[in-house]
């Protein structure tokens, strides 16, 4: 008897959603995508062509796509931080397993009730936390978790965003407003608070943290800076943020498909036509003339149980797009570098020795995202109904969330401590 394929629907075709797509077509025989919704009908156009989407199954909103049957086994949730509820309670109720992207949501009981209603359905709720699937962080945690190191008492850890892609994404881009989206500390960094948590092994108890908007502000503007990012400021050719340097110095990629539209990556443009498009595009805006609000550099100190004491920095003032770690324990050390993928760990009065983390998936986040959606396809294997839990559940998921959202209480008070219990409590 032939093995059945588990099918997706992708609701919200931009860069996420079409990543998870392009990680599913690498694995043809597992896994089909068979339907797509999104409000641009120009990316629903391209996503359809990629992948062989029936007309019948296109829609131009999640709305339109739950009112129809259910078309998919797993809906891919790739839409809006602040949409994600209302669309996600409908799905699980239509019978929809969801593939959730991070944020689950900025609302501490939202995420508690999508857990609710998951389980109230039967249904599997997976969080695109994907550094947990990476090859990098897998080998960090088995190396904790054996013992060599000892007892986890100190860890430093950093995201450098890097200079060019927080002006893309958290200045121009769509997640550059909190009200419009979340927090930076959950929209970004609620991936490194999952990884912590995870990686350690233990809950947080209290947590404060300090952070601003310092750089990316029109005070800071040089002097004759307009409006829109073009050759009439004279900073054009040495800003490091200009268009012409983020975006028209590298046509065929990722950031400057999202200018124009592309996700999936489907055509090639030339220098001309993404000019053309920066012309009128949000992304064409000078940084420093912005509606943006989120900071551009937070820390983050965590006290978790048994005095282990986590101290996390992001910022955007990074040359590279990477993360590094250096966990501390009783019996020796571990130092971490995602970008050159190399772990060392040095045992007291011992050897010292450094592995390369291998996996067999290098399709973004270092293998998170191919991970993930292997990780989706042993979950929900309609040839092996075996009870199976995920690695980044609805309900694993949501303490990262209030981490992250009781960080940012503690930075808009000054650095306040906040205990997770008395923040819990008061939801």
């Known amino acids: 008897m032939e093995n059945k394929k588990l099918t997706m629907a992708v609701a919200g075709a931009g860069m996420r959603g079409a990543g998870y797509a392009e990680c599913a077509s690498l694995i043809p025989d ?18 359809a062509e990629k992948h062989n989407i029936k007309p019948e199954n296109c829609f131009n909103s999640v709305e339109d796509m739950l009112k129809a049957d259910k078309l998919a086994d797993v809906m891919a949730l790739c839409t809006m931080d602040k949409q994600h509820y209302a669309q996600a309670i409908p799905a699980l109720e239509k019978g929809y397993h969801l593939l959730l992207e991070k944020p689950a949501s900025p609302d501490p009981f939202e995420c508690k009730e999508i857990a609710r209603v998951a389980k109230e359905n039967d249904r599997q709720v997976v969080v695109c936390h994907v550094l947990r699937y990476t090859p ?9 978790d054996s013992g060599k190191i000892g007892e986890v008492m100190c860890v430093q850890a950093n995201e450098a965003v890097g ?31 999952d990884i912590l948590i995870w990686l350690i092994g233990k809950h947080v108890k209290s947590v404060s943290s300090f952070g601003d908007r310092s750089h990316f502000r029109s005070e800071c503007a040089p002097e004759g800076a307009p409006e829109r990012c073009s050759e009439a400021c004279p900073n054009y050719h040495t800003c490091p943020f200009s268009v012409e340097h983020v975006y ?12 124009m539209g592309d996700p999936t990556g489907t055509n090639q443009y030339t220098r001309e036509e993404v000019a053309k498009a920066l012309e009128t595009s949000p992304y064409g805006r000078c940084v420093y003339h912005c509606d943006n609000d989120v900071v551009d550099h937070q820390v983050v100190n965590l006290l978790m149980e048994g005095g282990t004491n986590v101290t996390f920095n992001m910022s955007a003032f990074t040359y590279h797009m990477t993360r590094n770690i250096y966990v501390m324990g009783t019996k ?3 130092v971490g570098n995602m970008r050159d993928n190399t772990i060392t760990t040095r045992i007291f009065r011992g050897d010292e020795e450094t592995v390369i983390p291998h996996g067999e998936d290098k399709f973004g986040h270092g293998g998170g995202d191919m991970g993930i959606i292997r990780d989706l396809v042993a979950l929900l294997d309609p040839n092996d109904d075996s009870e199976k839990t995920s690695l980044t559940s609805i309900d694993t998921s949501v303490e990262s969330h209030i981490v992250a959202l009781a960080a940012e209480k503690s930075r808009l008070a000054g650095g306040e401590l906040v205990k997770i219990d008395d923040y819990v409590a008061s939801l």
């Open 30 to 47: 597992k896994i089909e995508v068979v339907a797509v919704a999104d409000t641009d009908p120009e990316k629903v156009k391209r996503f």
């Open 136 to 144: 990098f962080y897998r080998e960090l945690k088995n190396i904790i």
């Open 163 to 193: 200079y060019w892609h927080q002006a893309h994404s958290f200045v121009r881009g769509n997640w550059r407003n909190s009200v419009e989206s979340s927090p930076m500390i959950l929209q970004k960094c609620c991936h490194d608070m």
């Open 248 to 259: 028209l110095n590298r046509t065929d990629n990722w950031p400057s498909q999202v200018v």
């Open 332 to 334: 020796g050390d571990i």
